[in-house]
């Protein structure tokens, strides 16, 4: 009877072995079927090796056949490698993907560090500023400075953002005697607090230089808090304390933070990331590419160029869906069809966030609002303007009608500090990608609106 019983058990652990290993192999089978072809020239003519959809095969077998499927979707390493080439959702954290950036690091470095004033970056988004104080941050870190983070949303106060700032700051850098009242402080730290008191506070800072990176600073919605602001850059200085501020905004600072206090213009590093020029563009371009084991072929970049207007992020993500579009086709060489097929899937995806403005470049690029290329070159100098201190503005001179590029670009635009704004300020090159499209062969549709 224990006999049977055993002979039982183990065939009941040969079929688990069987289904786990031969499952695995079919899988295995499966995603090569799948995925043979595609090129990989980060293993070819490598040593044989495990991948990652391979390693995760056998347990993918038990799986429905449609669920299956989807894993298999986003398994391939040459895909995940062209997403973590572009890196186009996240600002970039390394000094080598930051191109055309190198003169404002040296500002900031020899301005933060070295003169001991405060920073004022600002720029549109996607312009690259999170991204070039993250780069900063790294520079900083070197030196031994201490720096510490925090991005604003519109509900964040001043109180609350330099209790996070406070609470972050390590104890090496506190005045021993002190560390203990500090602490207490900081945990009654309250919602009224002022700028006096955080500046009282920084007064225990003895042995570290300090850098407070305040994020999306034009972001909060409360009417003190970049006076607040102000307030402290000026106490600080004027008490000549280890700490620094560098205030990141998508429009111009500097005027506001001077008009309340006029002294600080001898306190403050200023500086606006302008978008980048071409060269700069073409060399991201072919530095992301070429860590994915792609290249763009001269033409794909240049019509990359005249359609980002300088932008990162732009080139970045439009670049990214080129590089996935030749993928497709299983190349390595990226060339304008991949251009144009990457343009039509930035755009449906953009559109899905924005099916109201999406909607409007829809009937200016069909005509129906008037000269489409006039409307699109409007949109390029917002884009990329010749004046970079207010990047989202188009100055009077440059509009001839202004009533008529309102309308025309309504409801994706707006009346701003005397001009005239994108709501969203990466809405431009989405428009100018568009007029691209309608003129090549690939038709894009928006929900609810009509093909192009």
């Known amino acids: 009877m224990m006999g049977r019983i055993g002979e039982h058990i183990r065939f009941g652990l040969y079929l688990i072995y069987m289904l786990i290993f031969d499952g695995g192999h079919r899988a295995r089978r499966s995603d090569d079927e799948l995925f043979g072809d595609t090129i990989d020239p980060f293993v070819h003519d490598a040593a044989p090796q495990t991948s990652a959809a391979q390693s995760i095969a ?44 190198d003169e404002h690091i040296a500002q900031l470095m ?19 500023k999170t991204s070039l104080v993250r780069v900063f941050a790294q520079y ?29 700051i390590p104890s090496y850098a506190l005045d021993p005697d002190q560390a203990q009242v500090f602490a207490d402080r900081v945990a009654h730290f309250s919602r009224e607090s002022t700028a006096q008191q955080v500046a009282s506070l920084l007064y225990s800072v003895r042995y570290s230089q300090l850098v407070f990176v305040i994020d999306e600073s034009d972001r909060p919605e409360n009417p003190e808090f970049r006076s607040k602001i102000a307030s402290l850059l000026k106490l600080i200085s004027d008490a000549r304390l280890p700490v620094r501020l560098v205030v990141v905004s998508g429009s111009s600072i500097f005027d506001h933070m001077v008009g309340e206090h006029q002294s600080l213009m001898r306190h403050v590093t200023r500086l606006t990331t302008e978008p980048l020029d071409r060269n700069s563009v ?34 970045r993500l439009f670049g990214m869906h080129s590089a996935l579009a030749a993928l497709a086709r299983k190349q390595n060489d990226i060339d304008r069809r991949d251009v144009f097929e990457g343009l039509s899937y930035s755009f449906d995806e953009w559109a899905l966030l924005n099916e109201e403005d999406a909607t409007s470049f829809v009937s200016i690029v069909s005509g129906t609002k008037g000269d489409p290329n006039q409307i699109v070159e409007a949109a390029r100098r917002l884009a990329s303007p010749a004046e970079s201190e207010e990047p989202a503005k188009l100055p009077v001179t440059a509009r001839a009608d202004d009533e008529r590029l309102l309308k025309a670009l309504a409801p ?41």
């Open 110 to 128: 020899t301005g933060v560090l070295y003169r001991r004033t405060h920073g004022l970056v600002s720029g549109p988004r996607g312009s690259g």
């Open 282 to 315: 073409a060399a991201l371009l072919d530095s992301c590419a070429s860590r994915c084991g792609m290249r763009f072929s001269p033409e794909a970049k240049k019509l990359l160029c005249q359609i980002v207007c300088g932008s990162p992020y732009h080139a």
């Open 412 to 452: 994706a635009v707006e009346r701003a500090n005397g001009g005239i704004a994108f709501r969203d300020a990466t809405a431009p090159q989405f428009l100018i990608a568009l007029q691209h499209l309608s003129t090549s062969s690939k038709r894009v549709r928006v929900k609810g609106g009509a093909n192009v």
């Open 140 to 168: 900083a870190g070197a030196e031994g400075v201490v720096v510490l983070y925090a991005a604003c949303d519109r509900t964040t106060t001043f109180s609350e953002l330099m209790r996070e700032f406070l609470e972050q």
């Open 58 to 101: 056998g347990p993918r077998s038990f799986l429905p056949d449609a669920v299956a499927a989807q894993h298999r979707a986003w398994a391939p390493a040459a895909a995940d490698r062209i997403y973590a080439a572009f890196d186009a959702s996240q600002p970039v954290d390394s000094p080598e993907d930051l191109r055309g950036r």
